[in-house]
């Protein structure tokens, strides 16, 4: 598998092109053997690009009896493919999802009907020997320099990200009723800023080479006002390949042009997803590639938050800094499931040095209020990624917000963990069933948090000695609870559900 291939968790492209209203058709260059033999070379057509390209993807499949082994490519991705045939009905399952076929299908008369990702029909036909990706041009990157340092994220972010919930499903008009929800739930006044919209913005380049929105972003100016005219920020997404995750036309060779593209809507926030840069470009080159955002961002002139997206690759922390990065993704694409959460905040211990003010660990956005994880699940998903002073980045639907899930993500003393001016990233002090994160913060006292890893509730204890407390504690504080609490000497303990947390603040001498 190619680099760019490490975080596949994301829908087709085939399904994405459909998505945005292009056609396409997948072909059949199979060698047809007798019988129902799926083996041989689909070639997907898709739209024209505006340089006159021709969108299209590669399926290459080998048949072993009814097992089926091959491979997917398209300028955005090269995946692994296999699956089964049954007479002449055949169900394909991509490296992304192994749980879910992307192509269930029949073969007909020679041709392949089938639906993709559960949704859209395609028929297939022979292809030409002669069909083949069109050639990207290698751009080298630039040399190595760094890159000054925007003066924002002091504190880590805080806002809302469309792609948890709406994945392909957002737009304009989904955009706006998140903005005012963000206000009327009392979310912006609690801190969350951000409004940003991730994947499928994308349409096509104009003859200038100008990145357009699609249809369902009409007027990007129009909606960034919208948005700063309720006192919070736009965010975007693009990509250093020339596709997105999702597929769709990314920045490769238009970095400065996008950039000015992003200042002049008046963008705030971008985030900036390895994706199909992979396919081009070597780990080793990363940081010159995020570099060269970097500066474009710089020369764009506006202030606009640089977050980077390549799952901890190439040990981002040690430079993401040095290409004006205020964060960092360090992890694969999180999950609205407890071992994902958990997972991905695992991944922050030993990354906690590198985490200040300007430059922050992302653990990935905020799954709060999605449903599929427990009130007590999400409390300690809540306290841990304030613990590691994780960016929080809500990825649920502002507008229709349970009572439980609006305590959880506005709990004001937990935000102030998260946004604490020294900038300190928590760490473990305490390994297994029951785990503790200690943060210290600005004002000298200390965050505490006891996570129950395990299937029963259990007896959580705090210890001074972990806070390397001298003297006697002065004042501790609950902060769920939302009551102070007595240590009796160094010790203060209370029980705590499976998969819940204890998250207290400490001052002491
Ligand atoms: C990647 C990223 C996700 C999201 C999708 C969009 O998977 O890691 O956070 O941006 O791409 O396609």
Sequence with gaps: MMQGNVNLQRPPVFLAANTLGLCFCLVLAAVQGFGQSLAGRWIALGGKMDNGEQEMSILEVKQSGNELTGSLETLGLTAGVKGTVTGTHFELFADWNEKKPFLVGDLVNGELHAVEDGRRNIVAKPALPGDHLPTVSYIAPPSLHKVQYNGLAKTPPMGWNSWNLFEDKIDDGTVRTIADAMVSSGMRDAGYIYVNIDDTWEGMRDAGGWLQPNHKFPDMKALSDYVHAKGLKLGIYSSPG??????????????????????????DYL?????????????????????KMGDALEAAGRPIVYSLCEYGLGSVEKWGPEVGGNLWRTTDDIHDEWSSMIANVEKQAPLAPYAGPGHWNDPDMLEIGNGQMTNDEYRTHMSLWALVAAPLLAGNDLRNMTAATRAILMNKEVIEIDQDPLGKQAWPVRHGDLETWIKPLADGSFAVGVINLGSDAAQATVNTNDLKLSGPVTKARDLWAHHDVKFTGKVYSAPVPSHGVLLLRVSGK
């Design 242 to 267: 020339p596709r997105t995750c999702f597929g769709l036309p990314a920045s490769y060779g238009h970095e400065e042009q996008d950039a000015k593209t992003f200042a002049a809507w008046g963008i």
């Design 271 to 291: 985030k900036y997803d390895w994706c199909s840069a992979g396919k081009i470009y070597t780990n080793d080159q990363l940081r010159a590639v995020y570099q």
